[in-house]
């Protein structure tokens, strides 16, 4: 597994789209922060800018970052001496897995980190600022959640065989159909859809969307989700001709 993990970091790196990623979510971050210039800036407010408002693009990032794992392979080919580098396919998707987590969760770190120094520097705020708990929840949910998303975009990507398909794919899902489906179902029926129950628990007061607070299994819906989209794409790379579309 280490041997996997240290190919799959120089596999991200050597990848010039990841690197334009990191910085477009950056520089997205900072330019949001120029908006609070000036103003006082307290746990919940600093929870927006840092966690809530750019959430969503770092989880598209985060996604495009997963989806490349098999994607790239199965585009280019590259499949074939991946398996035979690594020909424990389950082991394989496992480590992509977990290294677009790291990569993932490290880009929203990044961005976090980048936008809270614009913000210390361009706001009034005060020492009772870094006491509040909820603020340093809020931060490493924001920062977790982004890692699990890339997780999931490599399950997706082994499942459909193209990177695009799987981005756009989680894009819609999380996108369009989580929020009708909140909205056909009820307020409480957020606590149950995966990306909308993460954007809750990431929030600083735990209602992002004014529906109410989440529930006691909020938290364990997208790991479940993530867990059976994994197990699926195990399955799958197990079953199939990895050679053949």
Do not use: K
């Not at 993932?104 to 990044?110: F, N, P, S």
């Amino acid at each position: 597994m280490t041997a996997l993990l240290r190919f799959e970091w120089r596999r991200l790196r050597s990848l010039r789209g990841n690197w334009a990623l990191l910085a477009g979510v950056v520089a997205f971050a900072l330019v949001g922060d120029l908006t609070a210039a000036g103003r006082p800036l307290d746990a919940e407010a600093a929870v927006f800018h840092l966690v809530q408002r750019d959430l969503g693009v770092r989880w598209l990032v985060a996604a495009a970052i997963g989806a490349q794992a098999f994607g790239h392979d199965f585009r280019y080919g590259t499949i074939r001496p991946t398996l035979l580098a690594f020909p424990r396919r389950g082991r394989l998707l496992a480590g992509r897995a977990a290294a677009a987590a790291l990569a993932g969760t490290a880009v929203a770190l990044l961005a976090t980190a980048a936008s809270f120094a614009l913000l210390l520097a361009l706001t009034r705020w005060d020492a009772g600022l870094f006491a509040d708990p909820r603020l340093w929840r809020s931060l490493a949910l924001g920062a977790v959640t982004a890692g699990l998303v890339a997780a999931l975009a490599v399950g997706v990507g082994a499942l459909v065989r193209g990177a695009g398909l799987a981005v756009v794919l989680l894009a819609l899902w999380a996108g369009v159909l989580e929020p009708l489906a909140a909205v056909a179902l009820g307020g409480g029926a957020v606590a149950l859809l995966p990306f909308l129950s993460m954007l809750q628990l990431a929030a600083y007061a735990g209602d992002a969307l004014g529906v109410g607070a989440t529930g006691p299994l909020s938290a364990a819906v997208f790991p479940l989700c993530l867990a059976a989209t994994l197990g699926a794409a195990a399955a799958a790379l197990a079953r199939r001709d990895a050679t053949h579309p």
